[in-house]
């Protein structure tokens, strides 16, 4: 059982006057101690003869070795963190904090950026990736664009799709696993760097950048569209397309690169995956 703030507080006026009504002692915590004869119920009251056992019991029973840093620690509880909860109550799941708050992110090239006020390098070595923890410290410099990817493979094989961002100083963020998106976007909130969606050229593509980064980013967002997508095209799948619907609304959709985009995919009605853009073949036809 665990021990609400409520009853932490019951229990901690308790200790201090040592008697309570017995109206506001119906949990079942007060019949344990009733009878671990810590307590004494008579037909009005509770009666606590010696403190420093329910103290040793709580401490024993429920891992609490003080109910005054125990009630601290639950009224701020959007702000304790789990090393917090395993201090009072030796329950570090209770905690809100989660483990790998953050995003990973990557580049080809070094990336300048300030941590903590402090000036450093991104350039981990080919197969790796940073862990951004504490993202609201972190801030690129302002030379960089943020370029997010959908899938894996694209974000390990940067090198292959270098030719796509000649223009830019990117740094690659990714959007998976998903239930760390959140972080990403709120990072991505409080920085004035602007934003490249590069994802798939599909109904899907289009609804996750106009769902999920276009209506918190606005006008610092833009999708990527490869040269040449009228020909590249052709290499999508009929069968990708026929499975999917758009799930957004097309009347907000205001940049015309995307407008174009869309309505190339549903004349052409094929999807397209951001995975072919890493074939050898592709960069030469592009580059062609």
């Known amino acids: 059982m665990d021990i609400s703030l409520s009853l932490a507080k019951k229990l901690s006026l308790l200790l201090e006057q ?20 810590i307590i004494i119920i008579d037909s009005k009251k509770v009666i606590l003869d010696n403190p420093e056992s329910l103290i040793i019991h709580l401490q024993n029973q429920y ?45 080809y090239t070094p990336i300048l950026a300030n941590f903590k006020g402090q000036s450093m390098t991104l350039n981990p ?46 740094l690659f963020v990714c959007r998976y696993p ?3 998106n959140k972080h990403l976007i709120q990072w991505l909130q409080s920085i004035a760097n602007p934003y490249i969606h590069f994802g798939d050229f599909d109904p899907s593509g289009i609804g996750i950048y106009m769902n999920e980064f276009k209506k918190h980013l606005g006008e610092k967002a833009n999708f990527f569209v490869p040269p040449k997508i009228e020909k590249l095209i052709h290499y999508g799948s009929k069968k990708r ?25 549903n004349q052409n009605r094929k999807a397209l995956e951001q995975e072919l853009l890493l074939k050898s073949e592709i960069k030469e036809f592009i580059l062609s």
């Open 18 to 37: 040592k008697t309570l009504p017995k109206s506001k002692c119906k949990n079942a915590i007060f019949t344990e101690l009733k009878t671990e004869e």
């Open 63 to 107: 891992n609490i070795p003080s109910l005054k840093e125990y009630i601290t620690v639950l009224e701020d509880k959007e702000n304790a963190t789990r090393a917090d909860f395993a201090y009072v109550s030796g329950d570090s799941k209770r905690g809100n904090t989660k483990v790998f708050q953050g995003f990973l992110v990557n580049c």
């Open 125 to 170: 070595t080919e197969g790796t990736f940073t862990f951004i923890f504490d993202y609201e410290d972190f801030v690129p410099d302002a030379s960089v664009t943020i370029v997010g990817l959908e899938n894996a493979e694209n974000f390990r094989k940067l090198e292959n799709q270098a030719y796509l961002f000649s223009n830019i100083t990117p």
């Open 178 to 180: 998903q239930n760390q």
């Open 241 to 265: 397309y026929a499975l999917q619907r758009e799930n957004f609304d097309p009347q907000l959709i205001t940049e015309e690169n995307l407008k174009r985009l869309r309505q190339i995919i």
